[in-house]
């Protein structure tokens, strides 16, 4: 009876890891949400009929809520986890387009820095606490397998080869936490405790709906190097379908395997998109 644990499963990707995960009555899938009672909710409309789905409250930049998230998730299920999904991030239209010296010039000084904390606080400092809330139940787990959730964007090489100015601290936070993937699967391997970083491709969350015209613009020029880096893109992946691939990938994963804190697509490869 696998026993999963998903950060920001209220909507987008981390609903889809529910929705998907959900569906095999053997599994325990535990979301974990900043405000628990529209996920309920939305639980109680749309998969009332699963049984297996507990939802709980924890923000992640709220270390005491994570801790209190990881004894309850102990109590479902009898203080082991074999699957711990990092989904949740920071992602604001911020910086996503624009290169960095438009937002130095676009914005103040103390907006800057204060986007910059955000950014850093959840998609690395938040995601250091997540791990030491949980590793004591996947240290007890059978399978002991961590699956983070990281982009495309954080690849230095990528970014460099095809000229990515855009999201300077969105891809500096993925960056950062393929870095810290690596450490704790360096310290937790005697521990038969895997941690892998991964890109789900381009997702259809909703994100990009309601972008100005400057936005939609260097959102296309970024589309417009992805096709041609990738002729065979052909638009985003529902979150589902990108799940599944990310399971599949991570099934074919183990420490014996030599994959401790690799840094994959949603692929099983260094390929972000087919």
Request: charged share 20%; net charge negative.
């Amino acid at each position: 009876m696998p026993s999963y644990a998903i950060t920001g499963a209220s909507r987008g990707i981390g609903w889809g890891f529910v929705k998907h995960l959900s569906e095999d009555p053997s599994n325990t899938v535990i979301g974990l949400v900043r405000n628990a009672p529209p996920t309920i909710e939305r639980v109680k409309n749309e998969l009332a009929d699963r049984k297996n789905i507990h939802i709980l409250q924890a923000d992640l930049n709220d270390i005491p809520a994570l801790r209190k998230a990881a004894a309850d998730t102990a109590t479902i299920t009898s203080g082991t986890l074999d699957y711990l999904v990092g989904n949740a991030a920071y992602l604001d239209t911020f910086d996503q387009f624009a290169g960095p010296g438009d937002l130095l010039a676009n914005s103040s000084t103390e907006e800057f820095t204060k986007q910059f904390r955000s950014f850093f606080d959840t998609n690395v400092l938040a995601q250091i606490f997540l791990y030491e809330a949980f590793l004591p139940l996947l240290l007890k787990g059978p399978t002991k397998k961590v699956l983070s959730i990281s982009s495309g964007m954080g690849d230095l090489d990528f970014n460099r080869e095809w000229e990515l100015d855009q999201a300077i601290l969105y891809s500096s936070t993925k960056a950062a936490l393929n870095m810290v993937n690596i450490k704790f699967g360096a310290q937790y391997k005697k521990d038969g405790v895997l941690f892998i970083s991964m890109c789900p491709g381009i997702v259809d969350t909703g994100y990009a709906n309601n972008i100005n015209p400057q936005e939609a613009a260097k959102f296309q020029e970024f589309v417009g190097k992805m096709q041609v880096y990738s002729p065979a893109f052909k638009g985003a992946y529902e979150p589902v379908e990108s799940v599944k691939m990310m399971l599949s990938a991570l099934d074919k994963l183990s420490i014996e395997n030599g994959d401790q804190g690799k840094y994959l697509s949603h692929l099983g490869t260094k390929r972000w998109l087919p």
